[in-house]
């Protein structure tokens, strides 16, 4: 075979682009030749693995929650936070999947916001649910989108019996009331009164 590359020989090294920023540097020819994949530095190494552990979770044939929106995406990793958000680790750190998935399409997000989901979903990835407010925002959304338009007494037909049960578990446990309610996509109110058997008493055995 007609190669220009001798092993045991000294190190060729090739000119190549970093696979992940394309800046030009150099590497041995020969692992090179083995694997044409090269990284000008530790950054890009990590950046390029966590990208392809990333897409490795993601199944864009997710539920249909709202049909306007399409379909959403899900995440195959199993940490979740609390209130029901992926997590992915990088580099020993947890980041929020919907945040890194904002932050690769669309761009950074500004100091402050949170990235809020259109669907209510909120283990969906899917850029094109996510954008970013305030929970003020988040409120309005879901106040336009009429999802509060009972009221917080009526409000309480938004949730099935076993989303219910699950409030009351999670609230016995401990899980303090924002938390439930960011699972829930709901106000910390609307918790309350489940847990104080202000609604919904019928399943929560509460008197009073
Ligand atoms: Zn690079
Ligand atoms: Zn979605």
Known sequence: ??????????????????SLCHQSCTTSARLYQEKPVHFCSVKCRWEFSSEE????HIVKTGPVVRPDLGECWSWTGRDLSPAGYPRMRIRGKRYFVHRLSYEKHVGP???????LHRCDNPGCPNPSHLFTGTLFD???DRHNKGRDAFGERGGNTRFTEEQVRD?????ATGLNKAEIARK???????IWHIVRGETWRHISGING
Do not use: D, H, K, Q
């Not at 997000?109 to 990235?115: A, L, S």
């Not at 829930?184 to 609307?190: A, V």
């Open 138 to 140: 988040n409120n309005r």
């Open 53 to 56: 552990r990333f897409w490795s």
């Open 184 to 190: 829930y996509g709901t106000g910390r109110s609307t």
């Open 167 to 171: 409030i009351l578990n999670l609230s």
């Open 1 to 18: 075979m007609a190669t220009m590359i001798t092993y045991g020989g000294p190190t060729v090294r090739v000119p190549v682009e970093c």
């Open 109 to 115: 997000i500004p100091e402050g916001m949170n990235v």
